[in-house]
């Protein structure tokens, strides 16, 4: 059987592939790998010992304050100025006060909805117009409110409604044509609900 080169070529190209993604990988954790200490690095397998009694010259003693530390880009410094952005946190005496203002208020809201629930509706009926507002339609709640103030209560909304045309006297004239300004529409309450 007769060797082709493609039979080569194509195992080459996937540990070509291979070795750059370990290369690139390899320069990737060696570019973003954390700043040691300044300090001479350890030499494998052997280690001198600290000399204790004397300190070094380049280093700051402790107490003394130290030269300016060099922003670190790492992960761990951005979760800490993650940290440092946050409100601070109460105190229980506080979280305690601000539980019972909420829990206060809570029940005010709640005893002014049921207290408004309390009250009584009752239904009355009449006849009372609806005036025409402004942009000419009726405005029946004002004629429900009208329609309950006239039977002791404070205000009202409309259930039932009806409407009636109001011609003027100029219509019963025999053999006059009638105009379009002769007749209106009015509209009346007829029943409301009443507080």
Not at 22 to 27: E, I, K, V, Y
Not at 56 to 69: E, I, K, M, V
Not at 124 to 139: E, L
Not at 144 to 166: F, H, I, M, V
Request: aromatic share 2%; with cysteine.
């Amino acid at each position: 059987m007769k060797a082709r080169s493609d039979d080569f070529i194509v195992p080459a190209r996937a540990h070509v592939a291979a070795a750059a993604a370990m290369l690139t990988m390899l320069l990737l954790t060696a570019g973003v790998a954390w700043p040691q200490a300044a300090s001479a690095p350890p030499a494998l397998g052997v280690q001198e010992p600290a000399q204790q009694g004397l300190p070094q010259q380049g280093l700051p003693q402790q107490g003394t304050p130290g030269p300016a530390r060099e922003e670190n880009p790492g992960l761990l410094n951005e979760i800490g100025k993650l940290f440092d952005k946050l409100p601070p946190l109460k105190g229980p005496q506080e979280t305690i006060e601000d539980l019972n203002a909420r829990a206060r208020d809570a029940a005010k809201d709640a005893s002014d909805s049921l207290s408004r629930l309390a009250k009584p509706a009752s239904m009355v009926s009449g006849r009372m117009i609806c005036p025409v507002s402004a942009n000419g339609s009726p405005d029946c709640k004002l004629g429900a409110d009208k329609l309950c103030q006239s039977k002791g209560y404070k205000e009202g909304r409309s259930l039932n409604t009806d409407s009636a045309e109001t011609c003027s006297a100029k219509v019963l004239i025999p053999g006059r044509p009638r105009k379009p300004d002769d007749c209106r529409t009015d509209n009346y309450v007829t029943s409301a609900l009443c507080q």
